[in-house]
């Protein structure tokens, strides 16, 4: 990533925005720990209690600037760009609110955080989840490994640092680093497995269980790839599998049972076993196909016309497949399993429950803006959480019935899908250079 540091903290940041639109980021009436005039006119002399005072002076401090706010009559409902659609309740009232210096690339780091997450540049601010006060700061400008000479250098983003719960995990200096969000004490670094011999490239996939699933490959991808697992608390090696000669994949993903699902070139899916990377079945989906999704007994895949089909994981078969109808001019984004079923999600927002075993649809709903591949809805409890484009905002969904429970907008300007993520208590939405602690 190699960009300049930020700004030195303690720099004014930031700016209050008044009187929005119904719906929108509530008025902030009062900022906290400034003293009250008098002279004032209602509603901008504050009733704050004594502790949000407290709280509040002192994050004023923060480089981010987090705001208090207090309570306020309810903001009105939300109306949809479609005139037929029932007008969308309004969001619940921030509980704080970050504004950083510069727009937040946190976008840029793929997976799920229990931390409220702001990155500038190649710095990793960690939010306190209550207050949004500042917890740590995690340098990541350790660049990408030096390119052997005479081989191109990796694409940009290719292996990105991945979140996933309380660590960050990095592997792109060549070495593999852990951070966990609260705890220098925890972090660790490693070089590489040398069982893995010389990797031109590692990329981290994902972390389940404690076991970080990786792979690596020389930079000439027929050379060999190889396959690991590493103890995420220690990095200590569990498991390695160099892969026959000349064969390579994109992505693999850790699934129940000891699998592993494979997303190879040209659209080759195949389920290995992770004993010893032997294949169990593999199949074609197509050249132009990605992975739209996995649930507990299928994978989803996007088709050519745009649509998406049910591939069942215990023996590779096709289960159901659905394809717009001529004429229609909205594609399928992705999949995302919820309380055994499993929910579609279309470009133009409109989001659909389906049996998994034969694709039966149960509801139908439509969210009141547009959705992109950018766009990854958070399923917390029996609510999903639907990130929008800037000025849509964060819609949340109850999965059982299909109904719309509140759309939460703000007044910030921007060019970043909505980001999110949860503790079980609140939820981290935020674009560009705000971030918002809200109750669930």
């Known amino acids: 990533m190699g960009k300049k540091l930020p700004e030195e903290p303690g720099e004014p940041v930031g700016e209050i925005m008044l009187d929005l639109e119904p719906g929108m980021e509530p008025s902030l009436e009062v900022l906290a720990g400034s003293p009250v005039r008098e002279d004032e006119p209602e509603p901008y002399r504050g009733g704050l209690a004594r502790r949000q005072l407290l709280l509040g002076a002192g994050a004023l401090a923060l480089v981010g600037g987090v705001w208090w706010l207090n309570d306020g009559a309810p903001a009105a409902p939300v109306k949809s760009a479609d005139p037929t659609a029932p007008a969308v309740p309004p969001g619940p009232r921030p509980l704080w609110v970050h504004r950083g210096v510069a727009a937040s690339k946190v976008d840029r780091i793929p997976g799920s955080a229990v931390l409220p997450l702001f990155v500038a540049d190649d710095e990793l601010l960690v939010l306190d989840p209550a207050t949004g006060a500042e917890r740590r700061r995690i340098d990541l400008s350790e660049g990408e490994p030096t390119p ?117 070139g040209q659209g080759e899916l195949s389920l290995l076993k992770s004993g010893d990377t032997s294949r169990s079945w593999s199949v074609q989906t197509g050249a132009d196909a990605y992975l739209a999704g996995l649930g507990p007994e299928h994978v989803y895949t996007s088709s050519q016309l745009g649509g998406v089909q049910a591939i069942r994981l215990a023996d590779g078969g096709a289960a159901w497949t659905i394809t717009p109808e001529q004429g229609d001019s909205w594609r399928y984004l992705g999949a995302a399993p919820a309380d055994g079923d499993i929910l579609l999600l279309r470009d133009d927002g409109r989001i659909d429950r389906h049996d998994p075993a034969d694709g039966k649809r149960k509801w139908s709903a439509r969210v009141p803006f547009r959705l992109d591949p950018r766009s990854d809805p958070l399923l917390v409890g029996d609510t999903l959480y639907v990130p929008g484009p800037a000025d849509g905002g964060v819609c949340a969904l109850d999965v059982r019935t299909g109904q719309l429970r509140w759309q939460f907008r703000d007044s910030g300007p921007g060019v970043q899908v909505w980001h999110l993520g949860a503790d079980g208590s609140r939820l981290f939405a935020g674009h560009d250079a705000q971030l918002f602690g809200l109750p669930l």
Request: aromatic share 10%; charged share 20%.
């Open 148 to 264: 052997t000479p005479g081989e191109p250098s990796p694409p940009p983003g290719l292996n990105p640092p991945m979140v996933v719960g309380e660590r960050i995990f990095d592997a792109r200096s060549g070495r593999i680093r852990s951070f966990h969000l609260t705890d220098p004490a925890a972090d660790w670094q490693l070089p590489c497995p040398p069982e893995l011999g010389d990797p031109g490239t590692v990329r981290l996939q994902d972390c389940v269980d404690g076991v970080l699933y990786g792979m690596a490959w020389q930079r000439r991808r027929v050379d060999g790839t190889a396959l690991f697992g590493l103890s995420s608390d220690t990095g200590r090696t569990l498991w390695s599998h160099r892969l026959p000669q000349g064969t390579w994949y994109e992505r693999f993903f850790p699934i129940a049972g000891g699998r592993l699902l494979a997303y190879g």
